[in-house]
């Protein structure tokens, strides 16, 4: 596609439930990044892929938060027993890296509220 | 932990005007530094990367400099318009991961 690309645009979802996040990246792009941004506050990493292996998972604040991509591309960010403080934009980007580039490519987000 | 902060929160200025805005970082082992603006509402739009071994990146009427010894880095606009008005954002990477700075909100008044 010509940009990365983000399912749900919107999530509402109850106290303690499961939700799943999808990030389409730039084809060709082998590096792929998740953040979480709350309002008024820059974008805090949450985990890196290289390929299809997580190469930092550093970030994920507990073992709620979960993060697959099986085959390369199209990564799902799996949030278990969400909270009230789960609630923020989750933003996926991607890079193709070149030359030692890691240019990174945002997704216009997901905007996840936890009532 | 690699700290990044961005000088001013808020700024707004008439059209018209050349501003800056300031970006500084703690650890000045950082691979690259890359400015964004984020639109209300909206992902973050890639405005220029500067790899560590370089000094300035330009684009149109966007430069960006870095001082990598003094943890330093600046966005320079010139002729401001009002489609300028949005939240800039820079980042820096350290290791696999980028650290934010809680970014600009830049308003330019027609």
């Known amino acids: 596609g010509a940009g990365v690309s983000q399912t749900p645009s919107n999530k509402v979802t109850e106290k303690g439930k499961y939700v799943e996040l999808r990030c389409d990246p730039i084809?060709?792009?082998?590096?792929l990044y998740w953040y979480r941004q709350s309002l008024g506050q820059g974008p805090e990493f949450l985990i890196y892929?290289?390929?299809?292996?997580?190469?930092?998972d550093s970030g994920l604040p507990n073992d709620r938060f979960f993060a697959v991509r099986p085959e390369g591309s199209v990564s799902t960010l799996k949030i278990q027993r969400t909270e009230r403080g789960d609630s923020a934009v989750y933003l996926c980007?991607?890079?193709?890296?070149?030359?030692?580039?890691?240019?990174?490519?945002f997704g216009p987000g997901t905007r996840l509220t936890v009532t | 932990k690699q700290e990044v902060t961005q000088i001013p929160a808020a700024l707004s200025v008439p059209e018209g005007e050349n501003l800056v805005l300031n970006c500084s970082f703690t650890?000045?082992?950082?691979?690259?530094l890359q400015w964004f603006r984020q639109d209300p509402g909206k992902g973050l739009t890639s405005l220029l990367l500067?790899?560590?071994?370089?000094r300035e990146q330009t684009s149109g009427r966007l430069n960006a400099s870095l001082d990598k010894s003094s943890g330093r880095s600046t966005l320079y606009i010139a002729a401001s318009q009002p489609g300028d008005s949005a939240t800039y954002l820079c980042?820096?990477?350290?290791?696999?991961?980028?650290?934010f700075g809680t970014g600009t909100s830049l308003t330019v008044i027609p």
């Open positions: 980042a820096v990477r350290a290791g696999n991961q980028f650290y």
């Open positions: 892929f290289q390929g299809t292996g997580a190469a930092d």
């Open positions: 650890d000045s082992a950082i691979y690259n």
């Open positions: 084809s060709g792009h082998t590096a």
């Open positions: 500067i790899q560590s071994s370089q």
């Open positions: 980007a991607s890079s193709l890296l070149k030359l030692g580039s890691y240019e990174q490519y």
